[in-house]
Structures are given as C-alpha cells and as structure tokens.
C-alpha cells in the first residue's frame, strides 16, 4: 500500500502492473498495450497542437486503464490511483448486454 497526500491509495509498480480490483493483473511493459488509453478533455484538446505526437497526447491527457476482465476503468496520475469506476451496463447494437 502506497500513502500519498496523507491518504492511501494503489499505484503502478516498479514493474508497470496494477492488479485490478477484480484480481486481474494489467501491465504497461508492452508498448502499445490493451489496457492504457488516453483521455482528453475538451480544455486538455484545446491546448494540443496542431501536429501531434504521442508525447503531446500523454503530457494534455488523463491516463485510463480498463481491465480486459471486468471493464473497470481506473485513473492515474502520476502513477497513483485516483479513481476506480465499475462497469455498469454493456449496450451492443442498441441491446442491452449487461
Ligand atoms: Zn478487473
């Protein structure tokens, strides 16, 4: 358990795992991986440029790790964790799944 800002939370190891809360252990030591995604919001896409590289889009962006398990979506900063979301409902072609 990692303590952070007097309070505790997860972070992504040496190793770059994070175990998701569902047990299922995700890893950023491949590059591209199937669990980093890259949010941006539309005050962050105001500040990209106009010709973009990988760098641009990780330096104005909200890291997101979604478990290919269970669907949670975690958020990072700065290597911690700082927020976990469940996945709720799963729509396929206008069906609910879940
Ligand atoms: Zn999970």
Redesign the pocket.
Known sequence: MVVKNGGKCRSVDDMGKLR???G?VMSDVSSPNVFQNWMVSDFQLENLPDELDSGDIMDNSTEVWK?C??G?LTFIEDNFVVNVYKLEEVWEDGVQRK
Request: hydrophobic fraction near 0%.
């Open positions: 998701c809360k569902c299922y478990c398990e269970c949670r």
